[in-house]
């Protein structure tokens, strides 16, 4: 069975046409889908749209979130609640072109784990296309992951893939980074990209500052997030130890000026380097300090909750998402959580 996961923020005008042509797709290949679509605090009917395709297709099953969580939350759901052993992720705008699908699976079969689509091609305003390849650039520079296009959306998985992965934030965008540091083979293919006929985007300028602190966080992760005192403490160590060598050079200079005749007086509270020397050490003890908290966090919290409250689902099966509340219902019957 393959898993088509969905997130969806005021896209009524789409989702409903994404979910025709992905089961043209199906009964052309004679693929076994499931579509697992999450609408991530719609206000514009995506949801009453969801519902409707559930009522009539019983391959669908929706989760309505009470607010907009993100889209990490929203495909977190998505694939706890994927019951396929392959995943896929697309978009809900219709950009990313369903008849895509087979061209995925073949790579997928020459031994990848991760396929990534690139939109060699694209059709969105200049002011996303730029940043965006800037952004794709760092990305591959600083991870050592070389992928053309980080941030496409359309994307295939292995589902073990998962298996320990927490998102938060805007940490999807680095899903392939992630897999890659625990040993998943990624792929990538070209992938048709097409112009949005309807709805608004959901990416502006505030995307980029949040990018570039999400790659920096992730950086930590991939390199200490099991170990984060090798991090802060080696470099709590050098400003304490920096500190103390600065301190250690004056009280020798002001014990020589005192002993004897000819050394100029030392008095230390007029030295810069007095002051720069007690900020290093006190600075580097900070940070040994927080390396020590953040190690015990580390070992202790095993059991993170989700960050997103599900509000509704068409599913009644009590394990369709573990570790979240549940709607149980009917056939296609929902109630508010």
């Known amino acids: 069975m393959i898993a088509i996961v969905v997130p969806a923020l005021n896209e009524v005008d789409n989702i409903g046409r994404l979910h025709a042509e992905l089961s043209a797709v199906a009964e052309e290949h004679d693929y076994e889908f499931e579509f697992i679509l999450v609408d991530d605090g719609s206000s514009d009917g995506t949801w009453d749209e969801i519902l409707s395709l559930a009522k009539d297709d019983d391959r669908v099953r929706g989760f309505s979130l009470r607010k907009s969580f993100g889209k990490s939350a929203a495909l977190s759901i998505g694939f706890e609640a994927a019951r396929g052993d392959i995943v896929f992720t697309l978009d809900g705008d219709l950009q990313d072109n369903p008849k895509e699908i087979p061209r995925f699976l073949e790579k997928m ?13 694209r059709h969105d305003p200049w002011h996303k296309v730029g940043p965006s390849r800037v952004f794709n650039w760092l990305v591959s520079r600083i991870t050592g ?11 295939c998985y292995r589902r073990e893939v998962f298996s320990g992965m927490q998102l938060y934030g805007d940490l999807h965008r680095f899903i392939p980074v992630l897999a890659a540091s625990q040993g998943w083979r990624i792929g990538e293919i070209v992938v048709d990209h097409r112009a949005r006929t309807a709805g608004q985007s959901k990416y502006g300028i505030t995307r980029i500052p949040k990018g570039l602190l999400d790659l920096f966080t992730v950086k930590f992760l991939i390199g200490y997030g099991k170990r984060p005192q090798h991090f802060l403490g080696v470099v709590g160590l050098l400003g304490f130890g920096t500190g103390t060598i600065g301190l250690f050079m004056l ?87």
């Open 251 to 337: 009280t020798a200079m002001w014990f020589l000026s005192r002993q004897f005749d000819g050394w100029a007086d030392v008095h230390l509270h007029q030295r810069a380097i007095f002051y720069y020397s007690l900020a290093a050490m006190l600075l580097g003890a900070q940070l040994m300090g927080m390396g020590f908290l953040a190690a015990l966090l580390t070992a202790s919290n095993a059991n993170q909750q989700p960050g997103y409250s599900l509000r509704a689902t068409t599913d009644g099966d009590e394990d369709a998402v573990a570790g979240i509340a549940r709607v149980t219902s009917p056939k296609r019957k929902t109630a508010d959580l």
């Open 145 to 155: 992951v070389k992928l053309h296009d980080h941030n496409c959306g359309f994307k």
């Open 109 to 121: 079969e020459e031994g990848f784990d991760v396929v990534s689509g690139w939109k060699k091609v």
